[in-house]
Structure formats: C-alpha cells, structure tokens
C-alpha cells in the first residue's frame, strides 16, 4: 500500500498561486493513477485533477478546469498540482489519492471510492 504526504498549502491572496507536492512512499507509485480531491467545511469531497500511472492521461474537474495543472514526477514518486488565479472559494483541504486499479477503465476515475490511499491533506486558505 502506498502512503501519501502533502505538503505546499498556505495561505495566498486572491489571484495568487499555490504548488501543492505530493510525495509517495514504495516502488509501485508508478502503477497507480494519482488523484487531487478538496473538501470545504460542510461540503463534500470533490474531485479537482487526475493523472494516469504514467502520466499521459490527465482529467479535471469542473471547479478548477482551466487554472490548475497536475504533473508527475514518477523518478520523484511525486505528484504536483499548480493551482493558478486562485479565488476565495477555492479554500479547502487539499488531499492527494492513488488509484491502483484506474488501469483495468482506461480512463482517470473521478469518484472518491475509487481511490484506495489518501494523504492527510493540506490546508489551502485564499484570502480576498
């Protein structure tokens, strides 16, 4: 089982930009489809950004689309998600998830059940 850790969130001004990291632990990172999720207070979790085992495959949600970009680093058992224009409502903790069986759908999974680790988050805060 791979394990996750998150780290770049802070706090950033309306229209700024954050670089979230997520490292993995293990020799397998390059056999899971690698997931970005956020939670705000009171709501659920949702889906941001997707990327496939090796990367060439990429999905996003629809409360980001257009200003945020994930990237892996499979040398680095890294992932990254550069999150741009950020607006208030993008505060919200940020989770990192991998997905070991996105190979078996061709396609990046965008429900929360399909992903079988997660990190403990990252807090994102935008400030108007």
């Known amino acids: 089982q791979v394990q996750l850790v998150e780290s770049g969130g802070g706090l950033v001004q309306a229209g700024g930009s954050l670089r979230l990291s997520c490292a993995a632990s293990g020799r397998t990172f390059s056999s899971y489809a690698m997931g970005w999720f956020r939670q705000a207070p009171g709501k659920e979790r949702e889906f941001v950004a997707g990327i496939s085992e090796g990367g060439g495959r990429t999905d996003y949600g629809d409360s980001l689309k257009g200003r945020v970009t994930i990237s892996r680093d499979n040398t680095k058992n890294t992932v990254y998600l550069q999150m741009n224009s950020l607006k208030p409502e993008d505060t919200a903790v940020y989770y990192c998830?991998?997905?070991?069986?996105?190979?078996?759908?061709?396609?990046?999974?965008?429900?929360?059940?399909?992903?079988?680790?997660w990190g403990q988050g990252t807090q994102v805060t935008v400030s108007s």
């Open positions: 998830a991998a997905d070991r069986n996105s190979f078996l759908f061709g396609s990046v999974r965008q429900n929360v059940g399909a992903y079988d680790a």
